[in-house]
């Protein structure tokens, strides 16, 4: 079982920075691929972000890549999420997401835990 627990949203202004913290509570951290989505009003969730659990790879959505960075320290079990630049299309509820069997998956169904989401928005 694992739980998760976002912290950092807000409210930017374009061209601002935020850092999103997901805290994971698991026993071995460092054996769970981690991700960011988000989800903007009326439309589905999608893929942000993923990180592998040892090696540390990442991968982006074409979206955001250039501007956001994901990140863990597993001595911390936390998974951060570095986003620059940002413009009002970023505006979403951001949600942390695990698995233990899927590796570089951009897809909701393939991640079995989640977190209650923190909020960004970004004004003009």
């Known amino acids: 079982q694992v739980q998760l627990v976002e912290s950092g949203g807000g409210l930017v202004q374009v061209g601002g920075s935020l850092r999103l913290s997901c805290a994971a509570s698991?026993?071995?951290?460092?054996?769970?691929?981690m991700a960011w989505f988000r989800q903007a009003p009326g439309k589905e969730r999608q893929f942000v972000a993923t990180i592998s659990d040892n090696s540390g790879s990442t991968y982006y959505a074409d979206s955001v890549k250039g501007r956001f960075a994901i990140s863990r320290d597993n001595a911390k079990n936390t998974v951060y999420l570095q986003m620059n630049s940002l413009k009002p299309e970023d505006t979403a509820v951001y949600y942390c997401?695990?698995?233990?069997?899927?590796?570089?998956?951009?897809?909701?169904?393939?991640?079995?835990?989640w977190g209650q989401g923190t909020q960004v928005t970004v004004s003009s």
């Open positions: 997401a695990a698995t233990v069997t899927k590796h570089g998956s951009i897809w909701r169904n393939d991640y079995d835990y």
């Open positions: 698991v026993r071995t951290f460092s054996n769970v691929v």
